[in-house]
């Protein structure tokens, strides 16, 4: 009889994308990690969907663990495969999409994207319209795309 394998291999998944969302709350109102693990925890989810918040002060919290695979961005499966980082806010007075990025939540995102790429640097920076048409103009309510297309990570890659 053949043997067993009972050895379990650790799975790492791979790191193709960095997703960028809002949190679709009001202009101004702050809320952090905590906050919205509780949302998604009564909307059904084990724990909070994304792997990093970034809240209005510019504040970078931790949300799940980076090897869990996120709750994000089901679309075209990208949730197994990507890192998703959230910014406090994204709707205006009106409840209307809106770039309403404090100056420095545009810091620590940027700087925040330039660490997970320094880490993968082959990994694509989008925004969560980008996968999901339904979005359009919706989150993260700028173009990720073209606003980090210029931090390539690979100055780590090439040494
Ligand atoms: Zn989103």
């Known amino acids: 009889m053949k043997k067993i394998q009972t050895?379990?291999?650790?799975?790492?998944?791979?790191i193709e994308h960095i997703i960028v969302h809002c949190s679709a709350t009001p202009q101004g109102k702050d809320f952090g990690a905590d906050d919205i693990d509780r949302?998604?925890?009564n909307k059904g989810?084990?724990?909070?969907?994304?792997?990093?918040v970034v809240r209005l002060d510019g504040t970078v919290?931790?949300?799940r663990d980076l090897f869990k695979a996120g709750a994000h961005c089901n679309d075209q499966y990208r949730d197994y495969d990507s890192i998703g980082v959230c910014y406090i806010g994204g709707l205006d007075d009106s409840g209307e999409p809106c770039d309403t990025r404090t100056p420095e939540q545009r810091t620590a995102l940027r700087a925040l994207?330039?660490?997970?790429?320094?880490?993968?640097?082959?990994?694509?920076?989008?925004?969560h319209r980008d996968w999901a048409p339904s979005r359009?103009?919706?989150?993260?309510?700028?173009?990720?795309?073209?606003?980090?297309?210029?931090?390539?990570?690979?100055?780590?890659?090439?040494?």
């Not at 050895?7 to 791979?14: K, N």
């Not at 989810?45 to 990093?52: A, P, Q, V």
Request: charged share 25%; with cysteine; aromatic share 12%.
């Open 7 to 14: 050895r379990v291999r650790r799975i790492e998944r791979p």
């Open 39 to 41: 949302w998604h925890r």
């Open 45 to 52: 989810l084990d724990l909070i969907g994304y792997h990093y």
């Open 61 to 63: 919290e931790r949300g």
């Open 113 to 127: 994207l330039q660490t997970l790429k320094g880490v993968w640097p082959l990994a694509k920076i989008s925004g």
């Open 136 to 159: 359009q103009g919706g989150c993260p309510c700028f173009d990720a795309q073209q606003e980090y297309a210029d931090i390539t990570g690979d100055v780590y890659m090439n040494r």
